[in-house]
């Protein structure tokens, strides 16, 4: 089985921070991804990334960055958290073309 | 822009009611279209996707190119159907997938 871990399932910050989010995933998958999941507003794109040190942005990249220095593991950075970034985080891997594999995801409430 | 469109927030119904969930498509060429599902407490995770044409827990959904759409049907809905469930659609070529905003389906006995 596919196995997506997300550091952490609650994370409480306050506005300034910088935050780390971390993914891991043990299935060699070259693609990796990061969503925001809010109500009403289903699923969005942040980042994502192909390959090691590549990454492209998502539909909503502004205030975030990302980083992918080893293959299994693809890092969200909140530079300075905004209450506005108060969300559920969800990480995703895919081999190619297929299914997206999402890891558990994590709650962070901005303060 | 693409845009996936579920126009539901939320769905109720009996269990053994038909259900429909409707989600419509915006890209104008051959897209691979996905319904996921996220059970409560469980982690998203794909239920189906139209280019494997199988039934998975007795849904199904076709994608129909006319219409732009790829609704999510099963005949007889069950308590355990009920969830968040996810249209996404990938372009061909993009490794990337455009969610819908969701449709909460809740199955009352």
């Known amino acids: 089985d596919v196995k997506v871990t997300q550091s952490s399932r609650y994370l409480v910050k306050r506005t300034g921070e910088k935050v780390f989010l971390e993914c891991v995933q043990d299935m060699d998958h070259e693609n990796m991804f990061w969503y925001r999941q809010d109500p009403g507003l289903g699923l969005r794109l942040i980042y994502f990334s192909y390959d090691v040190k590549m990454k492209e942005k998502g539909d909503i990249p502004e205030g975030y960055s990302v980083s992918r220095e080893k293959k299994e593991r693809f890092s969200l950075i909140l530079e300075s958290a905004s209450t506005n970034q108060t969300s559920m985080y969800l990480c995703a891997s895919s081999l190619s073309y297929n299914e997206q594999f999402f890891g558990p995801g994590t709650r962070l409430t901005v303060l | 822009a693409q845009r996936v469109t579920q126009p539901e927030k939320l769905l109720s119904v009996f269990k053994g009611a038909p259900v429909e969930l409707k989600c419509n498509y915006s890209?104008?060429?051959?897209?691979?279209l996905f319904w996921y599902v996220q059970y409560s407490r469980q982690r998203l995770q794909l239920l189906l996707r139209h280019i494997s044409r199988e039934s998975i827990k007795g849904f199904t959904a076709d994608l129909n190119k006319g219409e732009t759409s790829f609704h999510l049907k099963k005949p007889f809905a069950q308590e355990e159907d009920s969830a968040m469930y996810y249209c996404?659609?990938?372009?061909?070529?993009?490794?990337?997938?455009?969610f819908g905003t969701g449709t909460r389906l809740l199955v009352s006995p």
């Open positions: 890209y104008s060429g051959s897209p691979e």
């Open positions: 996404a659609q990938r372009n061909t070529g993009f490794q990337k997938l455009v």
